[in-house]
């Protein structure tokens, strides 16, 4: 206020509850006859009948500001067909648009909605648009996607019939695949088939083709009985990164998580499963927790790294301890959350930090005291550490670097294993040592000269890698 600073609202992170300024916006105008006051005081009913009545409501939005006028996919297969463009604003006296060369417009209703086949390339989706006796312009970029089977992921008990599906294609052929135990239902030649499935072991596949494209794909079926990450049972999650708390892996009582109700009791994600899920938070969290549950995750780590914890937790009351384990073994624990006033009013809690390695692939949280909600998890680069090097919590040395006939490597303690691997991630040396072996001295006049990745493992499950240059 008068070129002064009094405040400040930073978007942090936790989501458009918090930061709702990058979403559409109503207004909302009412009586409010009563609230905390009249409700204890009481409403005399002799003021009865009132009205609001409303003048104008103008809304400002600078010129430049009118952008994003373009709802649709921004992401399409190879002759992706019937495709919807439109307009997001509603009242425009004209909208004139224009598609790539090798895509074709089918159709425009209402003038703000466009039909598109698309052809093979990407290309730019324009909107011109006249209002209030002004002329706004968008470009939408549209990039190819990849090809990818949709569908059923599990095999069932039931033999109930799986379905798959392509994403639609005009002018295409569709071959689809199935093992011998298996049979094409309905659909073949479609890019959607309904399959008898029963309980076999195998892949799906299509071979699809086009003008623009001429390959197969396949999808893998998996035994219902298994432990996946979800909600891609082919990709665990990637740490650093985020995962939702509703993100457990698919495996259901006892294997994927331990809950102790046997339905849901809330109304959020994953009806199906016994874990309580609500919409405290945007894309949902566990609520509910009581002591003795448990979540686990399928994670991927592609080098090891400080990672530093930031929960998003509420608690009426407070609640906990909570503990983080790795492959089974603790992290963290006895991290106790603070009481938030609310069953939904979260808080992003840092939880603790510790060391992941390539060879971490499980994630458990663990309530040892119940009385809490978890929505998303963070899990980004530790910075209280500072360590540039991990491999200083052994006090490993790698030398010489660059190396032609041999590599020394020492550490502070027990190494057991030492590996050699290409730059494309292919093992070229592997050496289990005897126990003590502090000092080992590895011969490599067999490698070709380039960059490699040098992974020592010690006695103590601590993983380190380096590169070295091999002359």
């Given at each position: 206020?008068?070129?002064?600073k009094?405040f400040t609202?930073?978007n ?11 979403h ?27 009205k ?9 939005k600078?010129?430049?500001?009118l952008?994003?006028?373009?709802d649709?996919e921004?992401?399409l297969?190879?002759n ?5 463009f439109s ?17 074709e417009?089918?159709?425009?209703d209402?003038?703000?909605?466009i039909?598109?086949n698309w052809?093979?390339?990407?290309g ?5 648009t006249?209002f ?10 549209v990039?190819p ?6 569908g ?6 039931d ?15 569709f ?26 072991n195998?892949?799906?596949?299509v071979d ?6 001429d390959?197969?794909?396949?999808r ?22 985020n995962?939702?708390a509703i ?5 259901g009582e006892?294997?994927a998580?331990?809950?102790?109700g046997?339905?849901?009791q ?7 499963n016994?874990?309580d899920t ?9 609520g509910?927790?009581?002591?003795g ?8 780590v ?25 492959n089974?073994?603790k992290?963290?624990t006895d991290?106790?959350i603070?009481?938030t006033?609310?069953?939904?009013n ?6 603790g930090?510790?060391?992941?390695t ?14 809490f909600n978890?929505g ?49 991630g292919?093992?070229?040396?592997h050496k289990?040592?005897p ?12 490698l ?5 990745i040098i ?17």
């Amino acid at each position: 206020m008068d070129d002064e600073k009094y405040f400040t609202y930073e978007n942090n992170g936790d989501g458009w509850s918090a930061w709702p300024f990058d979403h559409p916006f109503h207004l909302i105008l009412n009586i409010a006859i009563g609230g905390d006051w009249g409700g204890a005081e009481g409403v005399e009913d002799t003021i009865f009948p009132q009205k609001m009545e409303i003048d104008y409501v103008k809304v400002y939005k600078k010129k430049d500001q009118l952008s994003n006028l373009i709802d649709g996919e921004e992401k399409l297969v190879p002759n992706a067909a019937n495709v919807k463009f439109s307009s997001r604003l509603l009242n425009g006296e004209s909208y004139k648009w224009s598609v790539p060369d090798d895509a074709e417009m089918l159709s425009q209703d209402t003038n703000k909605n466009i039909y598109v086949n698309w052809g093979c390339q990407q290309g730019d989706v324009i909107l011109s648009t006249n209002f209030n006796e002004e002329t706004y312009n968008d470009t939408l970029s549209v990039s190819p996607k990849d090809l990818k089977i949709q569908g059923d992921y599990f095999w069932n008990k039931d033999n109930n019939p799986l379905l798959f599906f392509l994403d639609s294609m005009h002018a295409t052929t569709f071959k689809w695949s199935v093992p011998e135990q298996a049979s094409i239902i309905q659909g073949q030649g479609t890019n959607a088939i309904s399959v008898e499935w029963n309980e076999a072991n195998g892949n799906v596949s299509v071979d699809v083709s086009n003008e623009c494209t001429d390959e197969q794909i396949q999808r893998k079926i998996l035994n219902p009985d298994g432990q996946y990450p979800y909600p891609d049972p082919y990709q665990p999650h990637i740490l650093p990164g985020n995962i939702e708390a509703i993100h457990y892996d698919y495996g259901g009582e006892g294997i994927a998580y331990h809950d102790l109700g046997s339905t849901n009791q809330g109304d959020g994600p994953r009806q199906d499963n016994g874990v309580d899920t609500q919409y405290s938070e945007p894309n949902g969290n566990v609520g509910w927790i009581e002591t003795g549950e448990w979540l686990e995750y399928s994670i991927e780590v592609q080098d090891t790294i400080f990672i530093e914890c930031n929960f998003r937790t509420a608690s009426f009351g407070g609640g906990g301890p909570l503990s983080v384990l790795i492959n089974g073994k603790k992290q963290i624990t006895d991290v106790m959350i603070p009481d938030t006033e609310g069953w939904g009013n979260f808080i992003t809690q840092n939880i603790g930090s510790f060391l992941l390695t390539p060879e971490d692939t499980l994630l458990r949280i663990e309530a040892e005291g119940g009385g809490f909600n978890l929505g998303r998890m963070q899990f980004k680069e530790g910075e209280a550490t500072d360590l540039k090097n991990v491999s200083d919590l052994a006090n490993l040395r790698i030398y010489p670097n660059p190396a032609k006939n041999r590599l020394v490597i020492e550490a502070s303690e027990p190494i057991y294993s030492v590996e050699v691997l290409n730059m494309l991630g292919i093992k070229m040396r592997h050496k289990i040592l005897p126990s003590h072996t502090k000092q080992f001295v590895l011969n490599i006049p067999g490698l070709e000269t380039g960059m490699y990745i040098i992974r020592v493992k010690t006695r103590s499950s601590k993983l380190f890698s380096k590169q070295f240059l091999k002359r």
